[in-house]
C-alpha cells in the first residue's frame, strides 16, 4: 500500500473490474457477524467505493477494497493542508 491514502472524490478502476468507483470513505472496518463461531471477525480495508457516476445508490452498491485492487487512478480527489492534516490521522488509524 502507498504511504498516504486517495483522498475522497477519487475515481479509480479496479482489478478486473469494468465499472469507475468514486471513493467516499477511508480505512473502513467491516464486521462480518454470519461467522460460525461466537466472535465477530472484523477486516480492516482502505477505502469505500460507490459507482461512478451514480453514486450511492444503497448499501448493495457499496464496496469496500484496498490500495492494492486499482489498477488506475482515473481523477484524483482534492488535495490540501486540511486532507494532510487528515492523512496523518488516517496512518495511526
Request: negative net charge.
Amino acid at each position: 500500500m502507498e504511504n498516504e491514502l486517495l483522498p475522497n472524490g477519487t475515481i479509480v478502476l479496479l482489478d478486473g473490474g469494468n465499472k469507475k468507483l468514486m471513493i467516499y470513505g477511508r480505512r473502513q472496518l467491516l464486521v462480518d457477524d454470519e461467522q460460525s463461531s461466537d466472535e465477530e471477525e472484523t477486516t480492516m480495508y482502505d477505502y469505500l467505493g460507490v459507482p461512478y457516476p451514480e453514486g450511492y445508490i444503497n448499501p448493495e452498491y457499496t464496496y469496500v477494497f484496498n490500495h492494492s485492487d486499482i489498477v488506475e487512478v482515473i481523477f484524483k480527489g482534492f488535495l490540501n493542508e486540511e486532507e494532510k492534516e487528515f492523512q496523518s490521522i488516517l496512518k495511526q488509524a
